[in-house]
């Protein structure tokens, strides 16, 4: 009798213990739902609004054509994201297409128009210029001189034209062997000073 009653105890305390951690599993569940709920509209929501940004840019950078971004699977959680670009007179479907000034400019229209979305104070552009021939160079850098009114931009360039559109050129330079030297010019401060 005394072994029933401690084995009665032991599963009235083991069943507690069950419906706290179904109650438990149950409300995880039930947040997980609200997450990928709230996920999915979130995501939904924003590339909407950034394949309209991306239509709006493509064309400006270009000169005409048409681009978008296009979801690859049916779960848009676990769905990749597939760019389509047409320049104006071409009939690719993929951007595999394209040549490497093309590929630039593509991506380059992508990235500001995630910009438009959440634009940053500042933005970091490493050599995005070097594909693109100088045509190409003026297009980017008047983009660059659009967005320049609200952000900063920070530019790692070769690009001479790239230089000899911005306010503040900064570089590294070698006068002896081995010694590294920081050179800057504020062309700002130059045309104040001629005017």
Request: aromatic share 6%; glycine share 6%.
């Amino acid at each position: 009798l005394d072994e029933l009653a401690a084995s009665r105890e032991r599963k009235t305390f083991l069943d507690a213990q069950n419906a706290d951690l179904m109650e438990a599993m149950r409300t995880l569940e039930d947040a997980i739902a609200k997450i990928d709920l709230e996920t999915r509209e979130l995501l939904s929501k924003t590339f909407d609004q950034v394949n309209e940004h991306f239509g709006q840019m493509f064309p400006s950078l270009f000169g005409g054509g048409s681009a978008k971004l296009v979801m690859t699977g049916g779960e848009i959680l676990d769905s990749g994201v597939q760019v389509l670009a047409q320049p104006p007179g071409k009939k690719n479907s993929t951007i595999h297409l394209l040549s490497g000034g093309e590929k630039a400019l593509t991506a380059i229209a992508l990235v500001f128009a995630i910009f438009l979305l959440n634009p940053a104070p500042f933005c970091l552009l490493d050599e995005v210029d070097a594909p693109l021939d100088d045509a190409n160079v003026s297009k980017f850098t008047n983009m660059i001189r659009q967005f320049s009114d609200n952000s900063q931009f920070i530019i790692v360039t070769h690009n001479k034209m790239t230089m000899s559109t911005v306010d503040v050129i900064y570089g590294v330079t070698m006068q002896e062997p081995g010694v590294s030297k920081l050179v800057s010019v504020d062309f700002r401060n130059l045309n104040q000073n001629q005017n």
